[in-house]
Every structure is written in C-alpha cells, then in structure tokens.
C-alpha cells in the first residue's frame, strides 16, 4: 500500500481518495481494484484514452496531464500534473527516501536479471527484501515496480536498472540512489544511440555517480573495464571468473565444488548446476554485491542450492520426445553465442537453432549477427531464423553451404518446425523479446511426435 504521505509529495486530488492505493498501474488492461493509475503518453497510444476503464476496473484516483481536456469519469479521482511520467518518477524517489532501504541497483549489458535475482535470494534468507520483478528496468518499469515492492518493513530493496542512450542511469539513480551499485559487464546491447563500444561503458557506469554511493563493484574482465574503474571514484571492488586475477572476488570450479577467492581468503561452496558458464559470471557478481552488504558465507551457501534462473532462461521443456531449451527472454550477441554453446554439449540426432532477430543494435547490428552465425555452424545442425536483421546470419551458413530456413513470420516459422523436427531433437529457442519464440512451445503441447 501506498502511504498518504508519500501521494501528498506529487499533489491534491480532486476529490478525496477512498482509500490509500494498493498499487501504481500504468496500463488498465493490468489494473486492479484498488490501483492508481497513471496516464502516461506513449509511443503506441496514450492511457489519458484509458481513463473510464480505469475507472471502471477499480481504480482509486488517476493522475493525468495538466493540459488534457478530454472526458474524465465522474467518480474518478485526478491529480492533475505538469508531466505524469514526473509524477510516477517523483512518487517512487519520494518513497525510497521516506523508507531508507539499503539500495542495491545491478546494470550491465546482460546478465543484470538473473544477477538482482541472485542477490535477493542471498538477503532474503535473514531479511524481507524488495526486488524490482522481471526486467522491470525503464524510465516507467522501474518507479512503478518499487512503488508495489518497497514496504515500510523492508531494510533491502534490489533493482536493475537500464539504458538506451546516454543519461538514462543517471536518471534513475536519482529515483534510487544506490548504496551499492555493480556493473556484470558492458557489451553490444541497447547499442544503437551509441557511436562505440567506448560510450556505452561511461553510461552504464553513470551508476557509480550518486554522492549516495560507498561501494561499486564492477567486472575487471569486461570490456573497457578501465573506464568502469575511473568512473567507480569510491570504494571500488572488482570480481573475475579468472582464478589467478588479482580482482577482489574470483572463482573457479573443481570437483563440482565453488573456490571462491575474497582479499587473500577462499571459500569452499558447493556448485549449484547451470548449464552455461555465463551464469556463474552473474553469480560471482551477485555473491560480491551480497558480500558488499554484509550476507555471511553461511548464508550465501544456503541459498546456493535454491537459486533458478528467471523465466525463459535457458529453461529445459520437454514436450513428446523433443527437447526445447528456451532462453528467448531477449537477446544480444554474447548470451545468444553462449546459449548456441550451450546446445553444442547436447549430443542428440539433431541440434536445431531457433534463432530470432537481435534488437536495438543499430550500427553494431550486422557484425554482431555475423559472428552469431559463425558460432551457429559449429554449434548447431539445421538452423531457423525470423526477423529482417537474420539475413546477415542467413548469409553465413548459405556462404558455407549450409541449409537455413528464414522467415519474418512467427506463423510460418512454427508451421515448418512443427513438419520438420523429429524424436530426439535438441531446440534452442533464442531472440530478442518481441520476437515471442516462446510461442513456438504452444504449438507442441500435447502434438504426437513426428
């Protein structure tokens, strides 16, 4: 629940609410009784046109625009404002600072959900923790999602934040000023406001600006790891899957069992079992920020053992006799290059890729699928692509004589897997979100096997 006195900081409503809200809402079709709803202006529409479905949904009270002049419900509450995505912002700032939790915020180029995942589950275990759910990291996911996490009785609130362009972090730090701020590591995602690789790395590393901030940790195996270092001005803590790094934190595995270097001391954990060698990077990133915060080894070896990797990460489904390995929650080019590497240790009749249109890279979109179609030919026996940016991975494998199905379409995409997979396949479903590949699973749910 809301408290009255954090909705005082943003304005008056029109008529007194009925009750404090539950939650913040930005879209009606999500909205619940009792929510408040914020009509924020979008690219596809505007949720000032959603306001009698609010109301009719439940809604407590709607904030909108100070210039909107179209139908208002008459029962409905409004605060009327200069700017509504403000106001959410502000709300959530005012929140965090009325509450006080200790601010842990994770970015990086990949790997910062499955790392904030980790890092909750490490305080959880002695302490009531908020944790932004999903990837709920944007100028509007992330005020809203601490808005319906962050109670009173919370000392720990964990939150990804992310970017598109330069000052994007920046601005979120001021909603939640980090205690804690960590960087998994830079790359080429959410490139294409970016002239260079360069340029990305100083704006992930906009979380370490915050006078707030003691401690920044940050991966010394990264790319441009010298610019995370001048940027991190305080306290300044590094972690390397290299064993031999002279990073703060490193790790390797022997025996199935976790070494774990901290200063000059190892630790001895057991290994909790992944399938990619990339999520033990974000583990060792979610151990040093939960080492940060003060959690014991004790606890942190509890946890091991009931850590998961969030939904539609490398997820194992088998359904009849075909193996599908879904890991189509997004994607850039060095997950989806270590997700083919993942499938290369199967050792099936056939490897299938399923390999979706990688997003939002602008002018590093034809390198980065070039080299995904490389790792494809060693990694994968039949490949299938969808999206406008696949030629160039379409291209590699007809470039090796290598068949490649392509299409634009997701219906087309699912017809022709559902005729050509057979008994014993291994499938890796992997792209960017708005490709929705998950859906392909829909299509094999309870289909005889061919």
Not at 26 to 49: E, K, M
Not at 220 to 226: G, K, L, T, V
Not at 359 to 372: K, T
Request: aromatic content about 8%; glycine content about 6%.
């Amino acid at each position: 629940m809301i408290s009255r006195k954090v909705l005082q900081s943003i304005g008056s409503f029109s008529q007194p609410l009925q009750a404090a809200p539950c939650k913040v809402c930005v879209d009606s079709r999500n909205l619940q009784s009792g929510d408040l709803f914020f009509a924020i202006p979008g690219a596809r529409t505007d949720g000032h046109h959603y306001l009698e479905q609010a109301a009719k949904g439940g809604a407590v009270g709607a904030v909108i625009n100070a210039n909107f002049r179209g139908p208002i419900p008459q029962h409905l509450p409004v605060l009327r404002v200069d700017d509504t995505l403000s106001s959410l912002q502000a709300l959530a700032r005012e929140a965090v600072r009325q509450l006080n939790p200790t601010v842990i915020a994770v970015t990086g180029s990949y790997g910062k959900t499955t790392t904030k995942e980790f890092v909750a589950s490490f305080l959880s275990l002695r302490h009531k923790t908020a944790a932004t759910p999903g990837s709920q990291n944007s100028q509007i996911g992330l005020p809203m999602s601490i808005l319906n996490t962050l109670r009173p009785d919370t000392p720990y609130l964990v939150v990804e934040m992310g970017m598109d362009q330069a000052g994007g972090i920046r601005r979120l730090t001021k909603i939640a000023p980090p205690d804690i701020a960590l960087i998994t590591t830079i790359g080429l995602a959410h490139a294409e406001n970016f002239e260079n690789f360069a340029d990305i790395a100083h704006a992930k590393a906009e979380v370490f600006e915050h006078p707030k901030t003691s401690i920044c940790l940050y991966n010394a195996d990264s790319p441009h790891a010298d610019i995370l270092d001048t940027k991190a001005k305080r306290d300044k803590r590094t972690f390397s899957m290299h064993e031999k790094s002279d990073a703060f934190w490193s790790l390797s595995i022997e025996n199935e069992m976790l070494f774990i270097t901290e200063a000059s001391a190892v630790f001895q954990l057991p290994c909790p079992k992944f399938t990619s060698p990339h999520v033990y990077e974000n583990l060792l990133a979610a151990i040093a920020a939960a080492r940060s915060a003060g959690v014991n080894w004790e606890d942190i070896e509890h946890s091991l053992s009931s850590l998961k990797l969030p939904e539609r990460r490398l997820e194992p489904i088998s359904l009849g006799n075909i193996h599908f390995i879904n890991d189509s929650f997004n994607a850039s080019e060095v997950p989806t290059r270590s997700a083919l590497t993942v499938l290369s240790t199967y050792t099936p009749s056939r490897r299938v890729a399923v390999i979706g249109q990688m997003l939002n890279l602008g002018r590093f979109s034809h390198e980065c699928h070039y080299r995904v179609g490389l790792h494809a030919l060693t990694s994968a026996d039949a490949l299938y692509c969808i999206g406008k940016e696949c030629e160039t991975v379409v291209n590699v494998w007809k470039d090796a004589g290598r068949p490649v199905y392509w299409t634009l379409s997701l219906e087309e995409l699912t017809e022709q897997l559902k005729q050509d997979l057979r008994e014993g396949d291994v499938v890796l479903l992997k792209g960017s979100r708005s490709n929705h590949l998950w859906k392909i699973l829909d299509a094999f749910v309870g289909e005889p096997v061919v």
